[in-house]
């Protein structure tokens, strides 16, 4: 017998351990097709709920909301807008080795490792129910996942028992060359056929999600913002010094910086949202549409936004020309008042349609400043990054006590009674911008010819307005630099210095001083609780 010559030759047991390794990589492949196969179910299954309730996007944002301000703001700066792709990366890595090993596991306990794959969808429905805007139904893409995994890793692992073999003939050993051995083929087949149709389970859901999506961009592309009932003045000239390496005064909407827990950008229909107004001292609480703040007079103006998350010469600031309802006057029709004229609420907190609360004082928007409710960014709909259909912005404050994407509902409350989400985790419940100033130009180890070297970046001190930049080298005197014009006191002023750059290692330090007369501290502070100070050096190297 042809089997017999190979089973007694030395080799037989390496075969056999062969065939043990063999199996072993196929129940991890098992394990691995079967989280595949949960994502993909689950996908199809958050088409039909939301697609916010799938398992990656629901434990992402778990993550999110209980990263502590200081790891938040260590991604924030290391992968930039990367760090949601970087969590869902590390997301999936971490899922993948997991699937792996319940797989290896479901070899040896068939059912236990099938048990096992409903632990990842009581994770994933744990995490989405607790998401802020969590509801029960979120549960399901990661249970209907799960439970369909189970089942295919169950039957996948199945194609891997030992084959039975007919009792030994007479004279035969009882170690045979195919014992420990199993059916290929029908496991084969088997990953196959499970692996296509959830494939096909996936790419249904990403379907049906995009169809749904496509709605919302057709309502933004079917808005025309009407003329500005109060225009912004044009941009001064002069605003733009129009130096190589310097940020362009208006920053445009594809380069302005996105900051945002969100994992999927919110695609709301403008033709289905509308926000209210109630709360502490509202006497006639408001709803109202999109198509209503369209026939509202509208205001525009150039304001700078920055980001408390922005350190020292940071990138998370960015000015552009925004249209919107003033935000004071929708209050004022609801009643409210300020806390100086006898209001009751001294917080409004804005909420968003993906659980976001922004928490901004009363006091603050009703203070005449153009604190508004933005419908248009640099002339067109808000992108969908930035907000569409309704954000706010107020003037002087940083994005998180103020400038609330994909708004939805405004409640009027008090400091004491209520913490929105950033302030529950440790940053300050008010947040003015603090007077910052940049070195745009030249970069950090740039090596400029010597001679006239301009020094220029910008400088930004929102409500109060810049009224001087200096910058010195190598900690010598301070020098005066041409301000470019200034367009409001809400936007950022760009500034250049000529510097005669002589041979050798040197560090340029630039601080601004706002319209009040407060120089910028060189006390160098964090950015949490409430944004970072010092002032921003470059090293520069001039050979
Ligand atoms: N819904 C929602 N709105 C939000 C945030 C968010 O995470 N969710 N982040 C805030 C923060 S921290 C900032 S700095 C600004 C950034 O706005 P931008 O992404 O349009 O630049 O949005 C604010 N509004
Ligand atoms: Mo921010």
Redesign the pocket.
């Known amino acids: 017998m042809k089997a017999d010559q190979n089973d007694s030759q030395p080799h037989r047991g390496s075969l056999s351990r062969r065939s043990r390794w063999a199996r072993a990589f196929l129940a991890a492949l098992s394990g691995l097709i079967a989280g595949f196969c949960a994502l993909c179910v689950a996908e199809l299954v958050a088409a039909v709920v939301r697609p916010e309730a799938g398992p990656v996007t629901a434990v992402g944002g778990a993550v999110i909301d209980r990263t502590p301000a200081a790891v938040k703001d260590f991604a924030i700066r290391n992968f930039g807008t990367a760090d949601k792709l970087v969590l869902q990366l590390g997301i999936l890595t971490l899922l993948a080795v997991f699937a792996m090993a319940v797989g290896v596991l479901a070899l040896r306990h068939r059912r236990l490792g099938a048990a096992a794959v409903l632990i990842f969808g009581v994770v994933g429905a744990v995490a989405a129910i607790g998401r802020p805007e969590g509801r029960p139904g979120d549960a399901l893409p990661s249970v209907v996942g799960a439970l369909v995994a189970a089942g295919v890793l169950y039957l996948l692992v199945g194609r891997l028992a030992p084959r039975t073999l007919p009792p030994p003939a007479a004279g035969e050993t009882e170690v045979r060359a195919d014992q420990g051995t199993f059916d290929r083929r029908s496991f084969v087949i088997a990953a196959t056929v499970a692996a296509a149709a959830s494939a096909g389970a996936g790419y249904a859901g990403r379907r049906v999600t995009a169809s749904q999506q496509a709605g919302a961009s057709a309502s933004r592309g079917a808005i025309t913002l009407p003329a500005p009932a109060s225009a912004a003045p044009p941009v001064p000239r002069g605003v733009d010094l129009g130096i190589r390496g310097l940020s362009s005064f208006v920053t445009p909407n594809k380069s302005?910086?996105?900051?945002?827990?969100?994992l999927v950008v919110?695609r709301v229909d403008a033709g289905r949202w509308s926000l209210r107004i109630h709360g502490k001292g509202v006497t006639r609480p408001l709803t109202v549409d999109y198509q209503e703040l369209l026939q509202r007079e509208l205001i525009e103006r150039d304001i700078t936004?920055?980001?408390?998350?922005n350190e020292v010469g940071g990138p998370?600031v960015?000015t552009a020309r925004w249209i919107g309802v003033p935000l004071a006057d929708l209050l004022r029709e609801a009643g409210v008042k300020p806390p100086s004229k006898g209001g009751k609420a001294d917080q409004l907190v804005a909420r968003?349609?993906?659980?976001?609360t922004?928490g901004t004082p009363v006091e603050d928007v009703m203070d005449g400043r153009d604190a508004m409710l933005a419908l248009g960014m640099n002339g067109e709909p808000l992108p969908f990054?930035?907000?569409f259909p309704v954000?706010?912005l107020v003037p002087g404050l940083?994005?998180?006590v103020?400038?609330?994407?994909?708004?939805k509902d405004i409640e009027l409350t008090t400091f004491d009674e209520y913490d929105a989400?950033?302030v529950k985790r440790s940053w300050s419940r008010e947040a003015p911008i603090k007077t910052q100033s940049r070195i745009d130009t030249p970069r950090p180890f740039a090596s400029p010819k010597a001679g006239t070297v301009p020094v220029a970046g910008v400088a930004w001190a929102q409500q109060r307005g810049i009224a001087r930049v200096e910058v010195r080298v190598d900690g010598g005197e301070w020098q005066t630099a041409r301000l470019a014009a200034e367009d409001s006191r809400d936007t950022w002023r760009q500034w250049v210095w000529e510097w005669p750059a002589t041979t050798g290692s040197h560090t340029l330090e630039v601080r601004a001083t706002d319209r009040t007369g407060a120089t910028q501290t060189d006390k160098r502070v964090g950015t949490v609780p409430n944004g970072a100070t010092g002032w921003h050096s470059v090293v520069v190297n001039v050979p």
């Open positions: 302005f910086y996105r900051v945002d827990t969100a919110p936004l920055t980001c408390v998350s998370y960015g968003s349609v993906d659980g976001m922004i990054r930035h907000g954000r706010m940083y994005g998180y103020s400038a609330c994407k994909w708004i989400y950033w």
